[in-house]
């Protein structure tokens, strides 16, 4: 049954990737995106992270899709002029069959070693998904988390300077 | 005590139980939506001195219904140059997120039946809250994509402005949510529920409802609703006088019901989760689901209300407010909730 979910799931997600790249409208590519982020997060839920699924949906459908769709619309960009080389195809290709060997590669020589941290899946089920997050969030990475936190503070600062027309 | 039905005890029985809380909770949205129409006119109408629909049925009360006939028989109109996937999409983007969220809002207490456990609620996710924020956000493709393939530049100006004030006001009204996760130290809306059950700690005849000890956030999180979902006076996207009703402009028949519906059902929505946040959700003298049925409908009449007394606010006005008066008042109030819960530890 859940094996079934995963594969119909998984099949959506493939299909809109695919349309990501060969829509020739951008705002049907952007669309498309949106779906695959929507399967992304039903595989989040299927692994017992709700927290995940959920911000994933926020973060990326919510609120980066809609500025790129914003971008789209603004700047007014009608079906894209296909440019299409030869050259361009077989680079592509070889970098894609690089990538998917050095995938593969590394799923088979990592997740078999079996190491194991603290966090059980029974830890997950009694303390729950959100609560760990947040808890090493502001223990273990509280340093990392203060530094993304002041690299976002400097983006929006620096949008505001180019925003304005006279400093 | 019974043991909670699920899948793993009955599946027949679970999937039976799970078939008819979505159909009684859709059917009970649809008919709230339909008459919210109905008593938006009348409300309207009387409070202009006017008396609002009389002439289908007693006192106009088959007026949905012929609306709603008369808007499936018109002719579906595409413009030629319209974007036409995302023109056909776009209702329905509108739609289908407002109605999802209210899967998650508690409607009663456990009822025991055949033996086992059953929750009034169809789904209890374990980030209810986020949820709900996820599924606010995913509303603004219905309106932008509106705009954008309708190939208008009303439209497309109601598109730009909508998802703008969607935007800003999304972060207000999910700011002033933290500060009620922070009291009740869970995400899910049936634990909400259960932490504002009992007497208030400070003032016990009062109930421990959040609205007493977060009515900051209640404020802040009502009008930042208000806005999102694009009512009076926040209803900028549409202003008819100066958009010409902005992104649905060039939409006619049954995907202009839908737009229409969208609104009915978003201001369900807000009132439903604004009751179970704040008002202590099914909470109250009679049974479970009749008690938020009241709250909701309490809620709804203040929309109206609002409508028929509030004029609109200007664009730049909605946008000041919302960055610099809203959002800064959002962040104070989740430091001082923060500040509290540590003293009172």
């Known amino acids: 049954m859940e094996l079934l979910f995963f594969y119909l799931v998984a099949l959506v997600a493939v299909v809109s990737g695919i349309l990501v790249v060969t829509c020739k409208s951008p705002v049907n590519s952007a669309i498309s995106l949106v779906m695959t982020f929507v399967c992304l997060a039903t595989f989040y839920v299927m692994l017992q992270a709700p927290f995940m699924a959920a911000i994933q949906i926020m973060v990326y459908a919510g609120a980066i899709i809609v500025l790129i769709i914003f971008v789209i619309m603004l700047l007014n960009l009608g079906t894209a002029v296909m440019k299409k080389t030869s050259h361009s195809i077989a680079g592509a290709a070889l970098l894609g069959v690089i990538m998917l060997l050095q995938a593969t590669y590394v799923l088979n020589r990592s997740a078999v070693t079996g190491t194991q941290g603290d966090i059980t899946p029974d830890l997950v089920t009694t303390m729950g998904h959100t609560e760990l997050i947040g808890r090493s969030l502001f223990t273990d990475f509280l340093l990392p988390f203060e530094i993304a936190s002041i690299l976002l503070l400097v983006a929006i600062i620096g949008a505001v300077v180019l925003a304005k027309k006279d400093v | 005590m019974p043991e909670v039905l699920s899948l793993s005890n009955n599946v027949p029985l679970f999937l039976a139980s799970m078939l008819v809380k979505i159909l009684a909770v859709f059917v009970v949205v649809i008919l709230i939506v339909a008459y919210a129409t109905w008593v938006e006119r009348k409300v309207i109408g009387h409070m202009q001195t006017r008396l609002g629909p009389m002439q289908t049925g007693w006192h106009g009360l088959l007026q949905p219904i012929a609306d709603g006939l008369k808007l499936f028989f018109k002719e579906d109109i595409i413009p030629t140059e319209a974007t036409k996937v995302p023109f056909v999409l776009a209702p329905m983007m509108i739609l289908v997120p407002a109605f999802i969220t209210i899967a998650v809002v508690p409607f009663g207490p456990d009822v025991t039946l055949f033996g086992y456990t059953i929750p009034l609620q169809i789904s209890d996710?374990?980030?209810?809250?986020?949820?709900?924020?996820?599924?606010?956000?995913?509303?603004?493709?219905?309106?932008?994509?509106?705009?954008?393939?309708?190939?208008?530049?009303?439209?497309?100006?109601?598109?730009?402005?909508?998802?703008?004030?969607?935007?800003?006001?999304?972060?207000?009204?999910?700011?002033?949510?933290?500060?009620?996760?922070?009291?009740?130290?869970?995400?899910?809306?049936?634990?909400?529920?259960?932490?504002?059950?009992?007497?208030?700690?400070?003032?016990?005849?009062?109930?421990?409802?959040?609205?007493?000890?977060?009515?900051?956030?209640?404020?802040?999180?009502?009008?930042?609703?208000?806005?999102?979902?694009?009512?009076?006076?926040?209803?900028?996207?549409?202003?008819?006088?100066?958009?010409?009703?902005?992104?649905?402009?060039?939409?006619?028949?049954?995907?202009?019901?839908?737009?229409?519906?969208?609104?009915?059902?978003?201001?369900?929505?807000?009132?439903?989760?604004?009751?179970?946040?704040?008002?202590?959700?099914?909470?109250?003298?009679?049974?479970?689901?009749?008690?938020?049925?009241?709250?909701?409908?309490?809620?709804?009449?203040?929309?109206?209300?609002?409508?028929?007394?509030?004029?609109?606010?200007?664009?730049?006005?909605?946008?000041?407010?919302?960055?610099?008066?809203?959002?800064?008042?959002?962040?104070?109030?989740?430091?001082?909730?923060?500040?509290?819960?540590?003293?009172?530890?």
């Open chain 2, 125 to 345: 996710l374990n980030v209810g809250i986020l949820y709900i924020l996820a599924m606010a956000g995913l509303g603004v493709y219905g309106i932008v994509l509106a705009g954008w393939s309708s190939n208008n530049k009303y439209s497309l100006l109601g598109g730009i402005r909508s998802s703008a004030q969607m935007v800003s006001y999304e972060l207000a009204a999910g700011l002033s949510i933290i500060a009620i996760f922070m009291l009740s130290q869970t995400l899910s809306l049936r634990g909400i529920v259960e932490a504002q059950t009992g007497p208030h700690p400070l003032f016990s005849f009062l109930p421990n409802w959040y609205i007493l000890s977060q009515p900051l956030a209640f404020g802040l999180f009502v009008i930042g609703s208000l806005a999102e979902i694009n009512r009076t006076p926040f209803d900028l996207p549409e202003a008819e006088t100066e958009l010409v009703s902005g992104f649905c402009t060039e939409y006619s028949s049954m995907k202009y019901a839908l737009f229409f519906m969208a609104e009915y059902a978003n201001m369900v929505v807000i009132s439903a989760i604004a009751a179970t946040l704040f008002l202590g959700g099914w909470a109250g003298p009679f049974f479970g689901p009749i008690n938020l049925l009241i709250k909701v409908f309490a809620f709804m009449f203040f929309f109206i209300w609002i409508r028929a007394t509030w004029p609109r606010v200007r664009y730049d006005q909605l946008m000041y407010l919302g960055w610099k008066v809203f959002l800064p008042l959002a962040l104070a109030n989740i430091v001082v909730t923060g500040i509290v819960v540590l003293g009172m530890q």
